[in-house]
């Protein structure tokens, strides 16, 4: 066993904050750290384009935002507010950039049938 696996695994068992490591362990626990991302990304872009989650330029006609899902819906900002955070509209959410929300149509529909389905409100 080489010195750096050794120091790997001295690193690994203790658990220890960063600011409690010597540089040498840092320097390898950030190391494998980039390397476990560096593996992680080359097999996501692996995938084909259809394991891939659509994207919003997939969609044929996108509601915009809240304002356009409670038109949709014809439901309140509140309860609009109530489901997203529910998590009931999440496979038909798409986010570009950090404020702008898009929701797949008819997902929102298939979404909003199967929930009606179990729980009786809709």
Do not use: W
């Not at 690994?12 to 600011?19: D, F, G």
């Amino acid at each position: 066993m080489t010195k750096k696996e050794q120091d790997y695994e001295k690193f690994s068992k203790l658990q220890r904050r960063a600011i409690d490591c010597s540089v040498g362990e840092l320097a390898i626990a950030v190391a494998d750290e980039l390397e476990k991302r560096e593996q992680q990304r080359q097999m996501s872009a692996m995938q084909t384009p259809a394991q891939k989650k659509g994207t919003p330029k997939e969609l044929e006609n996108p509601i915009y935002g809240y304002k356009g899902l409670m038109e949709f819906l014809g439901v309140s900002h509140t309860t609009v507010a109530n489901i997203m955070r529910s998590g009931m509209l999440a496979e038909a959410t798409y986010r570009c950039g950090s404020r702008n929300l898009m929701f797949d149509r008819a997902k929102v529909l298939e979404l909003m049938k199967e929930t009606s389905r179990r729980r009786k409100l809709i």
